[in-house]
C-alpha cells in the first residue's frame, strides 16, 4: 500500500540539482514527528540502498557516496521530509523512494525517477 508519495524527480545533467519532496498521508500525521524518515535509491540491476535518514529528533545520516552533496531535511508542521540533491552524478540515476519507520514497521512511497545525463 502506498502510504507516503515522492515527488520532485527528473531528468537533469550532471552537475545539476534536484529536489525531492515525500509528502505523508493524513492517517500517520498524528505520529509523523516521531517517525525515522529516510531516503532510499534503487538502480537497476542493483539492491534497494539507503541514501539518507533523519530521526524524529532531526540527527541526519548519508551514505558515503552521497556526502557533502545531498541534504535531508524534515518538516513536521507540514509532514513532509525533503532530499536535496546537489552536484548530481550519471551514478546517481536510479528509482528513490521514501520510507517511514516505527519500531518494525516500514512504510513506503511508490518512488520517483531520478536520471542524470553523463
Known amino acids: 500500500q502506498v502510504l507516503l508519495v515522492e515527488s520532485g524527480g527528473g531528468l537533469v545533467q550532471a552537475g545539476g540539482s534536484l529536489r525531492l519532496s515525500c509528502a505523508a498521508p493524513r492517517t500517520i500525521f498524528s505520529v509523523f514527528s516521531g517517525l525515522t524518515m529516510s531516503w532510499y535509491r534503487q538502480a537497476p540491476g542493483k539492491q534497494r540502498e539507503l541514501v539518507a535518514s533523519t530521526s524524529s529528533g532531526g540527527t541526519t545520516s548519508y551514505a558515503d557516496s552521497v556526502k557533502g552533496r545531498f541534504g535531508i531535511s524534515r518538516d513536521n508542521s507540514r509532514k513532509r521530509v525533503l532530499l536535496q540533491m546537489n552536484g548530481l552524478k550519471a551514478e546517481d540515476t536510479a528509482v528513490y523512494y521514501c520510507?517511514?519507520?516505527?519500531?518494525?514497521?516500514?512504510?513506503w512511497g511508490q518512488g520517483t525517477q531520478v536520471t542524470v545525463s553523463s
Open positions: 520510507a517511514a519507520d516505527q519500531g518494525a514497521n516500514r512504510s
